[in-house]
T-cell receptor
Framework: DGGITQSPKYLFRKEGQNVTLSCEQN?????MYWYRQDPGQGLRLIYY???????QKGDIAEGYSVSREKKESFPLTVTSAQKNPTAFYLC????????????FGSGTRLTVV | AQTVTQSQPEMSVQEAETVTLSCTYD???????LFWYKQPPSRQMILVIR??????QNATENRFSVNFQKAAKSFSLKISDSQLGDAAMYFC????????????FGTGTRLKVLA
């Protein structure tokens, strides 16, 4: 079955460490997105990519980095420069040029310890 | 810039009753898409319903329907015959029809269903 897979489900990071969140889709979607979810703030866009080898900053890109070397994969690295990384991270994908909604992954909960 | 506002942080409804969740948005575009997403305790985001702005007719999906008022920039979600499984966070979202395909989300409404 087609879908979008995020791993791991839970991730713990020590202060000063970089961590990478995985997002893989087999839906043949062109576009992929990373959102951060905090209580009371809805979903905020971190980065998005509409084509391989190209990506754009969202509203809260500082302290994060991404790559899009393959259509299926869009990993997110949370760097030590991100001062408040504890949050729930959602990856999504969609077809470009259509009005269909996002397909979301099941999310990764990142906690700084 | 486009914005989406959900002014009700939390709502409650009795089982089998009807509830309406509010959403307003701001845009200078004439054509766009609007969506309602449900996020149950599992935190998996589920598309509930979508509306294309150029369509006058309100979208309906089983017990879920919308009241789309384009001039007022309002997009409310009505849930009829509420069920315990409807308890979740509900997010309203906006997307342009061209250019970037990123969504703008509201801050969400937590819906409680009382037995």
């Amino acid at each position: 079955d087609g879908g979008i897979t995020q791993s791991p489900k839970y991730l713990f990071r020590k202060e000063g460490q970089n961590v990478t969140l995985s997002c893989e889709q087999n839906l043949n979607h062109d576009a992929m997105y990373w959102y951060r979810q905090d209580p009371g703030q809805g979903l905020r866009l971190i980065y998005y990519s509409q084509i391989v080898n190209d990506f754009q900053k969202g509203d809260i890109a500082e302290g994060y980095s991404v790559s899009r070397e393959k259509k299926e994969s869009f990993p997110l690295t949370v760097t030590s420069a991100q001062k408040n990384p504890t949050a729930f991270y959602l990856c999504a994908s969609s077809m470009v040029g259509t009005g269909y909604g996002y397909t979301f992954g099941s999310g990764t909960r990142l906690t700084v310890v | 810039a486009q914005t989406v506002t959900q002014s009700q942080p939390e709502m409650s409804v009795q089982e089998a009753e009807t509830v309406t969740l509010s959403c307003t948005y701001d845009t200078s575009e004439s054509d766009y898409y609007l969506f309602w997403y449900k996020q149950p305790p599992s935190r998996q985001m589920i598309l509930v319903i979508r509306q294309e702005a150029y369509k006058q007719q309100n979208a309906t999906e089983n017990r879920f329907s919308v009241n789309f008022q384009k001039a007022a920039k309002s997009f409310s979600l009505k849930i009829s015959d509420s069920q315990l499984g409807d308890a979740a966070m509900y997010f309203c979202a906006y997307r342009r029809t061209s250019g970037t395909y990123k969504y703008i989300f509201g801050t969400g409404t937590r819906l409680k269903v009382l037995a």
